[in-house]
């Protein structure tokens, strides 16, 4: 159905297609504007955030602090209660225990609530291969997988699409895999959601297997929890027979009480709502009731290497609310492909390379995907901070290539600079330098910045990545030093 | 005024781009009677290398910069990133370098180490430091003043009592101008994207001069208003504090910098 991430190119190509469709950059920037504004109003309505956002974190943290106590105990508790506990090292081994559960029951499809942890682990390819059709039920989701099409955003995976993008999805698709959309179908949302629900229906109750993820994971009591705004993942988790629950090991939390900062945070960090339309909780099978069999499958995935890291732990405390891509000024503007994976954004940019290393260009691309102005850090309601994370994810990049044997150009220059930054008397040399190639430029310069002074124009070479679009001003002929001894510090009343 | 000994780091990219912002610097300071010292062993905080993910490289340039400021009471510099290099990322490069010493001499030049604004707020105790300048601007709240460093609306403030002024509101302020050190080289297409939408927010106000703690940010925003021909001037806080009626009345054109005949 959906494509996938695989071989997509380093950020910065990636971002420069994006950045060229005005459609996409249109749709974003009213989209992330819309939902930014709504979630600062509903977050001004806490008298307490900061000290919510605190608690937040500190649930995560002492869940992540003692990882393997409270995963044991979430296992006996899920086996109390009746649920069947896999444990899945990686994505081929979670979706082949996807893949045999729905076998064993002879199903030729299942139906899924949104989830980040199945789409991470490619699992309705995977199910693809086995011959098994995965339903996205997610309103947001069906757009992506109807429009054969990846996600682009972690609460909005459709947001890069308009609603008339949308219709022509509907018209084109649906009749191909279940109930047609109507011939009168109009872009209006009210109008789209409704052909939606008329297709999704005749699924939710043929469908004998579900798949779901989790949002939480209570260790004391076996209860899993999923916070959706649709019906349809309360559809999902309660009509079929069997259910496949795919939890990433981070989603723990200790006890019950755990939950209150995490589903006062959530709702207003990702929707801007002040409290979420569904949240459903599970525990095993009650007999007569909902899914008869019920299996977890705790999924590692890079998990384990993410939390060995000092700095980059914190980013497992992540609850997938969003408010990050919703604020970052580069996702604004590139959306959500460019990075590559089904986790975009800031958040994206920092968990890509903790769950799977820097080896690949791709991935070690992405720390790189910022401009470190922190908005992201200053709306994560579990305070992860980010920029920080990127800076040490950006050393890890240049720490995997410290061995090669011809250093990239980029470190000889860093070298470079560090050596003339080692000494001032090398930096007033550099800076001589400077000042002969600024008199150089000024005479010969027929531009000039607003005010007067010559400015380089477009220069060839690397330098054209700065003068493609922005004029630089030529270096002065006195740099400050050189002043500051001529004048002594401007005390003799000398010229400037 | 308290008696502070304080040191002048005017940033690798004033010493040797723009000059005048440090000699304002000076002026101001001097004019507040304040005698600001400039130690010349100085160089870099380090921040080109630390952010680019050269933490071992940075080493050396951490240790001059503590070096360089050891012993003075206040360290005061023209850019907010700079300041919050000192004060946030001088820590994450002397616990890698394994040395106590350098971690001890951070831990003193850290803290004591003021952007302009908060050094003339919060240590000098100022917020109307004498300046006239008659003429209509913005304000561009660089992302690590507002974010790393936190300095509120202290800029504003000093520009609010800025004789002559027509302060107003850039839309979208809080917004990251896309320059990003490193950034704007390694993912220049993203950085002017961003870097247009500030300059169109920059344009919307009909404002004649932006004005922003940090040249880095400047030079990019300022680069775009210029390549566009927009009619508008970037301008450094510091220049436009250090700014007089005496000075304006020697300017040539319609805006004058800090020129360092104008010094006392």
Excluded at chain 1, 17 to 32: F, I, P, S, V, Y
Aim: glycine share 10%; hydrophobic share 40%; with cysteine.
């Amino acid at each position: 159905m959906s494509g996938t991430f695989v071989g997509m190119p380093a950020f910065p190509t990636a971002a420069r297609e994006a950045l060229g469709d005005t459609q996409l950059r249109r749709n974003l920037a009213h989209a992330t504007h819309t939902i930014r504004d709504k979630r600062a109003r509903v977050v001004a309505e806490v008298e307490d955030w900061e000290d919510l956002r605190l608690s937040g974190a500190g649930v995560k943290e002492a869940a992540l602090r003692d990882l393997a106590t409270h995963l044991e105990t979430l296992e006996a508790s899920l086996v109390r209660a009746g649920a069947t506990v896999h444990w899945a090292r990686d994505a081929e081994e979670a979706c082949a225990i996807v893949a045999s559960v729905a076998r064993s029951h002879g199903a030729d499809e299942v139906v899924k609530v949104k989830s980040m942890a199945t789409q991470e682990i490619g699992l309705n390819e995977a199910l693809e291969a086995e011959g098994i059709a995965a339903w996205e039920t997610d309103l947001a989701e069906l757009i992506v997988q109807l429009g054969e099409d990846l996600p682009s955003h972690i609460l909005v995976p459709a947001i890069h699409r308009n609603r008339a993008e949308i219709r022509e999805i509907f018209m084109r698709r649906m009749a191909d895999v279940g109930r047609a959309a109507p011939d009168d179908l109009t872009d209006e949302p009210a109008v789209l959601a409704g052909a939606a629900r008329e297709h999704l229906r005749e699924k939710f109750l043929r469908a004998r297997v579900a798949v779901s993820g989790a949002n939480f994971a209570v260790a004391d009591t076996g209860t899993l929890v999923v916070v959706e705004s649709e019906g349809n993942g309360r559809m999902c988790l309660t009509l079929p027979d069997v259910l496949v629950s795919v939890v990433g090991i981070e989603k723990v939390v200790a006890t019950w009480s755990d939950l209150d900062p995490m589903l006062r945070l959530l709702p207003r960090s990702s929707t801007g709502e002040r409290m979420n339309p569904y949240t459903s909780t599970w525990s095993g099978v009650t007999p007569g009731d909902g899914p008869q069999e019920v299996h977890v499958v705790l999924l590692d995935n890079g998990r384990t290497r993410a939390l060995a890291d000092d700095v980059g732990r914190q980013a497992l405390r992540c609850i997938r609310c969003s408010a990050c891509l919703n604020v970052c000024p580069v996702y604004e503007r590139v959306g959500g492909h460019a990075y590559g994976s089904v986790y975009p954004g800031p958040i994206g940019a920092i968990l890509n390379p903790l769950l799977r290393g820097v080896s690949d260009e791709q991935t070690a691309s992405l720390p790189y995907a910022s401009s470190l102005c922190g908005a992201c850090f200053e709306v994560c309601p579990v305070r992860i901070d980010i920029p920080s994370v990127l800076v040490d994810q950006r050393a890890a990049v240049v720490d995997s290539h410290r061995g090669d044997r011809v250093p990239k150009a980029e470190a000889v220059a860093m070298r470079a600079a560090a050596w003339t930054f080692s000494d001032s008397r090398r930096l007033r040399w550099a800076e001589r330098a400077s000042g002969l190639a600024g008199r150089v430029i000024g005479r010969f310069s027929r531009t000039s910045l607003p005010g007067g002074r010559p400015a380089a124009g477009r220069l060839p070479g690397p330098a054209a990545c700065w003068t493609g679009a922005r004029d630089l001003p030529a270096p002065p002929a006195e740099s400050f030093r050189e002043w500051w001894d001529r004048t002594d510090g401007g005390r003799d009343g000398g010229g400037s | 005024m308290p008696t502070v000994r304080v040191a002048l780091q005017v940033t690798c990219v004033n010493d040797a781009m723009f000059p005048d912002t440090g000699k304002a610097v000076v002026r101001l300071l001097r004019r507040l009677g304040v005698d600001v010292d400039f130690p010349s062993a100085q160089t870099c905080c380090g921040q080109p290398m630390v952010n680019t993910g050269y933490l071992d490289e940075a080493v050396p340039v951490v240790r001059a910069f503590v070096d360089a400021f050891a012993g003075y009471d206040a360290i005061v510099t023209p850019s907010g990133s700079c300041a919050g290099s000192a004060r946030h990322q001088h820590s994450i490069v002397a616990d890698r370098s394994g040395d106590p010493r350098l971690a001890a001499a951070v831990a003193e030049t850290a803290p004591r180490t003021y952007e302009l604004s908060e050094l003339l707020v919060d240590v000098l105790g100022v917020t109307d430091v004498g300046a006239y300048f008659p003429h209509r601007v913005t304000y561009h709240p660089t992302c690590h003043s507002l974010r790393m460093l936190g300095v509120g609306d202290r800029p504003l403030r000093l520009l609010e009592n800025v004789r002559g002024i027509d302060l107003v509101e850039l839309p979208n302020a809080t917004e990251c101008c896309g320059f990003g050190g490193t950034f704007a080289l390694k993912n220049a297409d993203t950085s002017v994207a961003m870097g247009g939408d500030k300059a169109r927010h920059v344009q919307d106000t009909g404002a004649e001069v932006l004005v922003a703690g940090d040249n880095s940010c400047l030079m990019h925003i300022g680069g775009m208003l210029s390549r566009q021909r927009a009619g508008v001037r970037v301008m450094h806080l510091a220049e436009v504090l250090a700014a007089t009626e005496d000075s304006e009345s020697k300017a040539p054109g319609p805006v004058v910098g800090a020129r360092a005949e104008d010094l006392p």
